[in-house]
């Protein structure tokens, strides 16, 4: 699947069509704000990679920045090639199973970890923007900022879901186990008994994940520090290639 999407990616950009483009747009490009865009852009891989580490190493998995590395820009990659950036945190969680070693219910635990406290950031950070500089974005938005307002509130709501749902693991339990029996019946495992354990295994695994993390406040501190220095490389790339 990897290497389908990337040629697909590839033979997009590398188009006859985007080719011939490309040498005129470069020609008037400033290649100073370019370079700077780029810059920003690959610390919000190095952002992304560094709060995986970090709570990795909060639960006793050593991880390597390198490791971390690959997997942040994997994610960051089927995010970008997937409707809804569906496939980013699936891809990311295979990369900490399958390739890693890490047990499912704790890389469930701490993808779901980071995401959250990406969630709460962004959403502080955004608050903090708006309410700022209400004035001058009302101003220069007019009607239009009535949307962002209800997008931001849109996006409050979700976060509170998401941590309710991250503090009772035992919705999630019985999500899952509901969600099985009813696949189980219209189409029967070969050994349902063996799954449902398994799946069982995961979710304990998954809880005391969760109980560790949540319990730790320096990790979601150190988390909450690097996702804002992401947030704010991540919003700047946008005015730099803009200027570019």
């Known amino acids: 699947i990897f290497f389908i999407l990337l040629g697909i990616t590839v033979s997009i950009i590398f188009s006859p069509e985007n080719l011939r483009k490309f040498p005129?747009?470069?020609?008037?490009?400033?290649?100073?704000?370019?370079?700077?865009g780029c810059l920003l852009f690959s610390i919000?891989?190095?952002?992304?990679?560094?709060?995986?580490?970090?709570?990795?190493?909060?639960?006793?998995?050593?991880?390597?920045?390198?490791?971390?590395?690959?997997?942040?820009?994997?994610?960051?990659?089927?995010?970008?090639?997937?409707?809804?950036?569906?496939?980013?945190?699936?891809?990311?969680?295979?990369?900490?199973v399958r390739g890693d070693k890490v047990p499912f219910g704790v890389a469930t635990a701490v993808l779901l970890n980071k995401s959250i406290v990406f969630h709460v950031v962004a959403v502080i950070y955004v608050c903090a923007v708006i309410l700022g500089n209400i004035s001058a974005m009302a101003g220069i938005m007019g009607k239009t900022f009535i949307y962002a307002i209800l997008g931001l509130i849109l996006s409050t709501i979700g976060t509170v879901l998401i941590i309710l749902f991250y503090l009772q693991p035992v919705w999630i339990e019985k999500a899952v186990l509901y969600l099985f029996a009813k696949v189980n019946s219209i189409f029967p495992f070969k050994n349902a008994e063996k799954t449902e354990e398994t799946i069982r295994e995961n979710i304990e695994e998954y809880k005391a994940g969760v109980k560790n993390l949540s319990d730790d406040k320096t990790m979601l501190f150190l988390v909450g520090i690097v996702m804002t220095v992401w947030l704010t490389c991540y919003y700047s790339c946008g005015y730099f290639v803009y200027r570019a």
């Open 24 to 36: 005129k747009i470069m020609a008037h490009a400033d290649l100073r704000f370019f370079i700077v």
């Open 44 to 96: 919000t891989w190095l952002c992304d990679a560094l709060a995986l580490k970090i709570i990795l190493k909060r639960r006793g998995y050593e991880y390597s920045l390198l490791k971390a590395l690959r997997t942040a820009m994997t994610g960051d990659f089927y995010a970008a090639v997937t409707p809804l950036a569906s496939g980013g945190q699936p891809s990311q969680l295979y990369y900490l």
